[in-house]
């Protein structure tokens, strides 16, 4: 009777399980289905949504949308998942784009916001209200601290009253240079100074244009290099200060190219060569060469300049090396150069004092011919 109760329990069994089996099979395709309509969905809503966008490029099952590329949406849940996707910017576009943000919404949010700063705390003086960040460099839209806001306004109101000895009211303690200050409004946060001027300014600059105008580039020659006059030494693009009146009040100075400096040692050189029978040239070789010895340098700023005076026995190694030619049919002419120029070759060389001179012949290229090669 055992056997037989386990007999049954056995086929019961094996038979519940066919059932199980045959109702997964017919569920299978039902369920697939289900998924690929879902899967469908996806696809055709971000596709839509990717249209009606600018920023997308495309749709993409990748969640990160692959190299090159960001998640804009993503559309997941029941069945394949879809993602819209754009173009990712480089680390300084991304920095670039941060900046313009903050720029734009600091413009919309005046007088709160008064600058953006790469610094997190936006410097001493200020702090951040908001933060333009992710990909590529953060910038932080600042406001002034109410106690730093305390001290501007506490000296602007001082200067506007203490007009026309106030000019100005700045955070450079000492007010820079040909200003002196005249107020100091200290406490919590960034402190002020009203400032006056010192005097005198006007007459540096008056000082420099008329120099200026004295040795204007138009002029030309070894005096014509100012350009302009200017408040910084800096002078600009391409300029350099080759002048400055300094003293009480304001700086100013004059602007020239900054190859002036060396010109002007080029041109002190020819003027002390003009004046000196002795000097036969000027040169920017130290030591002046073969030939020569170093009378005077002109130097500081820009390359340096050297007048030279030919040490003597230059105009014998020339004769003997004329001689040379004269009884010598394959030379062709005396030359200072060891190359002899395009066309010749050296031939035979004359030295001792003095500059070297070479003899030359001409230069015999291949199949005979003594025309050089096209």
């Not at 990160?64 to 754009?86: F, I, M, V």
């Not at 990909?135 to 009253?161: L, Q, V």
């Not at 580039?217 to 002078?235: A, D, E, F, I, Q």
């Amino acid at each position: 009777m055992e056997r037989i109760n386990k007999r049954h329990v056995l086929w019961l069994c094996a038979f519940f399980g066919v059932l199980v089996v045959l109702a997964a099979l017919a569920a299978g395709p039902a369920y697939a289905g289900k998924w690929k309509d879902a899967s469908k969905r996806h696809e055709d809503a971000c596709n839509t949504w990717c249209s009606s966008n600018s920023e997308c490029t495309h749709c993409s099952t990748l969640k990160n949308c692959g190299h090159g590329y960001e998640n804009l949406r993503s559309w997941d849940g029941y069945g394949q998942n879809w993602h819209a996707c754009k173009k990712r910017l480089s680390y300084s576009q991304a920095g670039e784009q941060n900046h313009t943000e903050c720029i734009d919404w600091c413009q919309g949010n005046k007088p709160r916001c008064v600058k953006c700063s790469t610094y997190a705390g936006c410097g001493p003086g200020y702090k951040s209200i908001k933060t333009f960040g992710g990909r590529g460099n953060n910038y932080f839209a600042c406001e002034r601290r109410s106690d730093t806001a305390d001290r501007m306004n506490e000296c602007d109101e001082w200067c506007s009253n203490n007009k026309p000895r106030c000019v100005k009211c700045t955070q450079k303690d000492g007010c820079g240079a040909g200003y002196k200050t005249i107020k100091s409004f200290r406490g919590p946060g960034i402190n002020y100074f009203a400032c006056e001027d010192r005097g005198h300014s006007e007459q540096n600059e008056v000082d420099c244009i008329n120099w200026c105008r004295d040795h204007h580039v138009r002029l030309g020659g070894p005096n014509g290099w100012c350009h302009k006059c200017s408040k910084t030494s800096g002078c600009g693009p391409g300029l350099t200060a080759i002048k400055s009146w300094k003293g009480k009040g304001k700086n100013w100075y004059a602007c020239g190219n900054r190859g002036y400096l060396s010109e002007q040692n080029k041109w002190e050189c020819y003027g002390y060569c003009n004046t000196h029978d002795n000097c036969a040239r000027c040169m920017r070789v130290a030591g002046c060469g073969a030939g020569y010895k170093q009378l005077e340098a002109f130097g500081g700023k820009g390359n340096n300049w050297y007048a030279c005076e030919d040490r003597g026995g230059s105009e014998d190694n020339y004769e003997r090396c004329q001689r040379y030619c004269q009884y010598n049919e394959s030379c062709k002419k005396c030359d200072r150069s060891p190359g002899c120029g395009q066309g010749y070759e050296h031939l035979k060389t004359f030295k001792g004092k003095g500059r070297n001179w070479y003899a030359c012949e001409e230069k015999t290229y291949r199949g005979g011919t003594l025309t050089p090669p096209e």
